[in-house]
């Protein structure tokens, strides 16, 4: 408040209804030779205090008791002061037995109130409402709100169908989710780009955040954002770009490399450096606020070429080591298209790599993805017979983050070359999409991919059973779950996405193990098994878990979610040494883990804190 007038001012401030304690003012005066303050503060109560507690989180079915203590705080009001209490429960709840009830209290006194209710299958914050009221003096009343989270007790989920016909797609496969939060949606185009679509809304929802993860959510965004905004519209870019900026500063070590989770003691990941390094370049290239200090560690000093252990790395100070999951002779080729996206001249390093390919894989390098990498950089350094004479000759692997990492590079540095860019080049990309066979690196270099063969088609042909689409760009029209007989049609061959995203209808009844076996106890203090405890105890969560598969298998991330009637005690979480990175969330708790067949556990402590008969979500 600025007044400069002798008379002074006035303010006026509306205390809320709820809040019951002291209000402090402050003031400063200035003048050009003086200076002052002065202070006050007001006792601010209503008739009654009205203090809520339960639960913050339940799930549908729960069945709960929340009290309510209510002080009597009305002056001169004797030793039997009736104070009728009621509770509107809104339309995420229903009230079991008495919604009102009556308490008897002292001046100055306290009771704790009461009731017991079931939450309904409607997501997201609901608000209860308590209000308190005099039977003598209808005027001295007071209410308070209590706001919890209504949430399923199984994660949100993502399902993706995609796929190209000649004519006509049927929708099947129609997921029963909550519609709150929901997204079912059924787009269709004559351009590949539509595919891109999908995997966009897939990173975007993606729950977890290695560093790989957090690019691959920001990467591709930005690049469709530059040469196909319209399919960006409804993503922040910029603000995804803060966001990962932030962690990566948090990762990156003094080498320049990145960590893949923020835990202490983390060495850099070859992976997830360089990749990191791609998109921090690339990120540069479209104006975007890239500290220099960042770059200067990922490119800045001399590589050098080691051989060692029959495997040639191009390498930095910072590990500058890339690997696409699936062949080890791509790593230094990729680093080294990397580091000449970035300004350096890395002819020599491309030559003496050459010369080992060569000596090594005489019959069929050239058809690797190494070979690819090295033709881009032989164009970005303007050597044009050098790199058409790799260029085109790559084989598809079966692995899609390899094959798109290839038609990303043939696209955009040689698209003159037609015949590896045409309708088979999309169907090698097509096939792991349609069968659901992607990660967030293989969808986020598929989207690159994508983009950068995009090309104008019309769509006007297609029509979705008589609904009237919305162009976002793509035609896309809204579905539910009692959708039936949905169907795309067009006089010309489409591509398709059926997305649908959100809370499934349902809990998880039989146990499922698919590569992974998963198992979840509470023990009390004595280290005995238990299915019921007592407000205020304090129980042992131990989930046991092994894979089924021969070989053992990284990135998985086991999710369990706490009980409503559970808040997890900060700092037990105890984990075995093939945990990468765990952590405790506010109603859940998140451990990333390489399984093989000996059994592992983690374990952490909870405290009950609410009463009722809970659903345990599954693992």
């Known amino acids: 408040i600025a007044d400069s007038s002798e008379a002074g001012g006035t303010y006026t401030y509306q205390v809320p209804e709820t809040f ?20 006050a503060s007001v006792l601010s109560r209503g008739d009654f205090a009205l203090i809520p507690s339960g639960p913050l989180n339940v799930s549908p079915g729960d069945e709960f008791v929340v009290g309510l203590s209510v002080g009597n705080l009305v002056d001169n009001s004797g030793d039997d002061y009736e104070v009728r209490v009621a509770l509107n429960a809104g339309s995420g709840f229903e009230v079991i037995g008495e919604r009102v009830q009556s308490v008897k209290l002292p001046e100055k006194g306290e009771a704790m109130v009461k ?8 997501l997201g914050a609901q608000e209860l409402m308590f209000t308190a009221e005099s039977v003598r003096d209808f005027s001295r009343k007071a209410r308070m709100p209590y706001t919890m989270s ?28 909550y519609p709150e939060f929901r997204v079912q949606q059924l787009s269709a185009s004559g351009s590949p780009l539509v595919l891109a679509s999908g995997l966009l809304k897939y990173l975007d929802k993606f729950p977890h955040g290695c560093t790989e993860q957090l690019v691959s959510k920001v990467f591709p965004a930005m690049e469709v954002l530059f040469k196909s905004p319209a399919l960006a519209v409804n993503t922040d870019v910029y603000a995804l770009f803060d966001d990962v900026m932030v962690k990566l500063r948090e990762r990156q070590m003094l080498d320049g490399g990145f960590t893949t989770w923020s835990v202490p003691g983390a060495k850099p990941d070859a992976y997830d450096s360089v990749y990191a390094a791609h998109f921090l370049v690339k990120a540069r290239e479209h104006d975007f606020n890239v500290p220099e200090n960042m770059l200067k560690k990922e490119c800045g000093n001399k590589p050098y070429l080691l051989i060692a252990d029959g495997v040639i790395d191009l ?26 996206l970035g300004g350096k001249v890395t002819t020599n390093y491309l030559l003496n790599l050459e010369e080992y390919y060569k000596a090594n894989y005489e019959k069929n390098w050239r058809k690797s993805l190494g070979a690819s990498f090295m033709a881009a950089s032989y164009k970005l350094l303007q050597d044009e017979n050098k790199a058409r004479g790799l260029a085109g000759q790559y084989q598809p692997s079966g692995n899609l983050a390899a094959d798109a990492a290839n038609v990303y590079l043939m696209a955009t540095y040689f698209p003159d070359m037609s015949e590896n860019l045409g309708k088979k080049t999309v169907e090698v990309l097509l096939k792991p999409l349609s069968s659901g066979d992607f990660t967030t690196d293989s969808a986020a ?15 006007k042909d297609i029509s979705f059973s008589g609904m009237k689409p919305a162009y976002t760009p793509f035609p896309t029209v809204d579905f539910v779950p009692q959708t039936k007989n949905l169907t795309v049609s067009s006089k010309r061959p489409f591509y398709y996405v059926a997305a649908q995203q959100g809370f499934a209808v349902g809990d998880k009844k039989t146990a499922a193990a698919e590569g992974l076996e998963v198992s979840k106890a509470f023990y009390d203090r004595d280290g005995k098994q238990v299915s019921t405890a007592k407000l205020g105890d304090e129980l042992t969560v131990k989930v046991i878990y092994r894979g089924l598969r021969k070989e053992p298998f990284g990135d998985v991330a086991i999710v369990d979610m706490l009980p409503g009637c559970f808040e997890a005690v900060s700092n037990s979480l105890q984990t075995d040494w093939n945990v990468a990175a765990s952590e405790i969330r506010e109603d859940r708790v998140v451990a990333y883990v390489t399984a093989d067949r000996e059994a592992h556990e983690f374990t952490y402590k909870v405290r009950v804190i609410a009463e009722g008969d809970f659903i345990v979500p599954p693992v």
């Not at 949430?151 to 029963?176: C, H, I, N, W």
């Not at 270099?445 to 769509?459: G, P």
């Open 445 to 459: 270099f598929a989207t690159l991919a994508l983009n950068a063969l995009s090309s104008e088609e019309s769509d």
């Open 315 to 340: 390498i930095s100070p910072i590990y500058l080591v890339f690997a696409i999951r699936a062949s080890r002779r791509i790593r230094p080729a990729y680093a080294a298209y990397v580091l000449t």
């Open 115 to 122: 009731f017991r209710l079931k939450a309904l299958p409607k």
């Open 150 to 177: 209504l949430r399923p007790s199984t994660p949100y989920g993502s399902k993706f169908a995609m796929g190209y016909e000649a004519s006509q797609y049927r929708l099947q496969g129609v997921e029963d989710l």
């Open 20 to 39: 019951n304690g002291e209000i402090k003012v402050m003031a400063v005066a200035v003048s050009e030779s003086r200076f002052g303050h002065a202070a």
